[in-house]
């Protein structure tokens, strides 16, 4: 990253030592874009203050990021898991669902879905409504 981009995405001016400092951050930053980091400092200035703690932040950022990512594959995952058990129609198939996805999910699910329930499931509605 050049200085005149980090001081254009961040919006502060710095001087050569702080823009090295800043520059180390975005190095080591994993995945994250140099606009990723110029964020982060833009919105955390004390990042620049300490090298350590400032890594520590930029991966925390990296690692949130991904969990989002992940968390959007998890959600994909869990319709395919749906979409799998209302076409094979086995119960056991609907037991690893809502093992996996859990049952109020799946219950909802059916219902939305037009699909008949299973007895545990009239069970668990009637144990879980208040």
Not at 15 to 42: P, R, W
Not at 54 to 60: D, S
Not at 97 to 104: S, V
Request: charged share 30%.
């Amino acid at each position: 990253m050049q200085k005149h981009e980090f001081e254009t995405l961040t919006g502060m001016t710095v001087d050569e030592v702080t823009f090295q400092h800043a520059d180390d951050i975005y190095m080591n930053a994993g995945s994250l874009t140099k606009q990723d980091v110029c964020k982060e400092i833009k919105e955390h200035p004390w990042m620049l203050e300490s090298k350590t703690i400032a890594q520590m932040a930029v991966t925390a950022s990296d690692y949130s990021r991904k969990a989002a990512r992940l968390q959007v594959e998890v959600e994909k995952l869990k319709a395919a898991l749906l979409d799998a058990a209302t076409l094979a129609a086995d119960p056991v198939v609907w037991k690893h669902a809502k093992e996996l996805i859990g049952a109020a999910k799946v219950i909802r699910y059916k219902l939305g879905n037009e699909i008949d329930l299973e007895p545990d499931d009239v069970e668990y509605i009637c144990e879980n409504i208040q």
